[in-house]
């Protein structure tokens, strides 16, 4: 009935959060001398990974929804909220289903952004492979 509201409340959260971050890390980029990694994800990058996933998995849902007749143009815009009975397993569902999915999202995407951070790592202790005259055929 309302299952997409989580985490779209959570992808609302996660999208002010990175931009917030985003800045913080212009800023600190900016004022910072020494040289940086060039290869490295920004967290702010890997938290738009998040969002994207929130975001779209949201819509998907409300259009869903909005197929069945779930969701109406006109207030009170939730059809569960028509009667008391409705709007309880409305929150029900919200509660165990949509709380089900946002955890399952931000799951997937934090063994995404570990991976992507050992990649990283990995190929920042990697030395530079030289190639010689002889082996590139010059």
Do not use: Y
Request: proline fraction near 3%; charged fraction near 15%; aromatic fraction near 8%.
């Amino acid at each position: 009935m309302a299952c997409f509201a989580v985490p779209a409340a959570e992808a609302v959260i996660t999208t002010i959060a990175a931009k917030m971050l985003k800045t913080k890390e212009s800023k600190e980029a900016s004022s910072e001398t020494q040289c940086t990694h060039e290869d490295r994800i920004p967290f702010s990058k890997k938290l738009g990974w998040l969002n994207s996933m929130l975001w779209g998995g949201s819509a998907l849902l409300a259009f869903e929804h909005l197929w069945h007749g779930e969701i109406s143009f006109t207030f009170p815009f939730l059809t569960a909220l028509s009667d008391a009975e409705s709007t309880s397993v409305m929150l029900h569902e919200m509660s165990t289903a949509g709380v089900g999915m946002a955890l399952t999202v931000t799951c997937v995407w934090a063994v995404m952004a570990v991976i992507a951070s050992a990649a990283e790592k990995r190929g920042a202790h990697k030395p530079a492979q030289t190639v010689s005259a002889e082996e590139s055929g010059v």
